[in-house]
């Protein structure tokens, strides 16, 4: 168990995401375990066996802090993206035709997405990050259209790199959430599968945001300035011209000299706040 100031800290950071964006549910941490004699004392382990993004649905609905392991988590394509296991032989050919023309077609949308080589997890402990007793590895986020644009110009703000996307809308939760992540070790976007949305509550305008716990300051500090800079949620909606000077920008002319000191000043701010 660590420290009441990494609790605090972790407490912050969820609260700071819930406040920047109206976030409907809570956000959530996963932490990948070599055993399941790692799990700290005082999760849940539930006899009934779930698929992976119903632990995850506990955990930012319900506010539930759950241990999984290769007995209580009942989806093999989970299981084969988080590390727990390969996939078993002949897993693609059931999704023949239903899912995709062939069995190898499906077999090719599992191999192309990154995926955590079997055998190196055997556990996982999902839980609101405000909860969490120890740092994750990887964060979830389930957000809106215009939430998920706010997230992508916040982790964009500092280096202007554009996020990849790999996706074919499956494994959305486990391979294309929670391992692409850790693989990548960046931010990524993905769509929940049917899987999610119907055993696992996603809604119909949810997507999932997922980055490395490592990444959150980062985010975060995008966030903060980009409202700043008057990109917020909920986004202000117009239909009409634009008026100077605060969107004065997109026009062809010079925008006004209030507008580059109060550029000026945030950057002040940044500076001040990144040492």
Not at 31 to 49: A, F, N, R, T
Not at 78 to 102: C, E, H, M, Q, Y
Not at 164 to 178: P, R, Y
């Amino acid at each position: 168990m660590e420290t009441e100031k990494k609790i605090e800290e972790r407490k912050e950071i969820s609260e700071r995401f819930m406040n920047f964006l109206r976030l409907r549910t809570l956000p959530v941490g996963v932490k990948l375990l070599k055993d399941p004699k790692e799990l700290p004392p005082g999760c849940e382990i539930l006899d009934e066996p779930l698929t992976f993004c119903q632990f995850v649905t506990y955990a930012r609905v319900y506010g539930r802090t759950l241990g999984v392991s290769q007995e209580n988590q009942v989806c093999a394509i989970a299981k084969g993206n988080l590390g727990f296991a390969d996939f078993p032989a002949g897993l693609a050919k059931r999704f023949a035709i239903v899912r995709t023309s062939t069995g190898e077609a499906f077999e090719k949308i599992l191999k192309t997405g990154l995926r955590i080589e079997p055998g190196r997890f055997q556990a996982a402990l999902v839980a609101p990050l405000e909860a969490i007793p120890i740092d994750p590895d990887v964060i979830l986020l389930f957000a809106d259209g215009a939430q998920m644009t706010r997230l992508i110009y916040a982790s964009t703000y500092q280096t202007g790199e554009r996020l990849n996307i790999n996706t074919a809308a499956e494994c959305g939760t486990c391979g294309e959430g929670v391992a692409a992540a850790f693989k990548k070790d960046k931010p990524t976007v993905s769509f929940p599968c049917y899987g999610t949305r119907r055993f696992a509550l996603a809604e119909d305008n949810e997507l999932i945001f997922s980055f490395p716990f490592h990444h959150a300051a980062e985010i975060l500090r995008g966030l903060a300035m980009t409202d700043k800079g008057g990109f917020k949620y909920p986004i202000l909606q117009q239909l009409s011209s634009p008026k100077p000077p605060a969107l004065y920008r997109i026009r062809e002319a010079d925008p006004p000299e209030e507008y580059f000191a109060n550029l000026r000043r945030l950057e002040e701010e940044a500076k001040k706040k990144n040492g």
